[in-house]
């Protein structure tokens, strides 16, 4: 069953992480730098909220692929990890 792992806030994050995934997911994560990825998105000025991860998460460049994150817009930022290079 998937549910919701929450990484708390911690340091300078703005908002804790939310990862989910499965037990067995989390398991088979929890050495990876996916889950980095998602404190690291929590750092970013203006997010909302959390940092989110869906069930497919994996590296990715700068956001984990996977992740999702809101941004105040005033505030936020708009990140090319987070939209993907591929975008242009």
């Not at 998937?2 to 995934?21: E, H, N, S």
């Not at 990825?37 to 590296?59: C, E, F, K, R, T």
């Amino acid at each position: 069953m998937t549910r919701g792992w929450r990484l708390p806030r911690a340091g300078k994050m703005r908002v804790d992480g939310i990862v989910y995934a499965s037990d067995e997911m989390m398991g088979d994560l929890r050495d990876d730098q996916c889950l980095q990825q998602v404190v690291n998105v929590a750092h970013l000025p203006g997010i909302v909220n959390a940092s989110l991860a869906m069930p497919d998460i994996h590296w990715g460049y700068g956001f984990p692929i996977g992740g999702v994150a809101a941004m105040d817009a005033e505030e936020g930022v708009i990140s090319p990890g987070g939209v993907g290079y591929d975008i242009n």
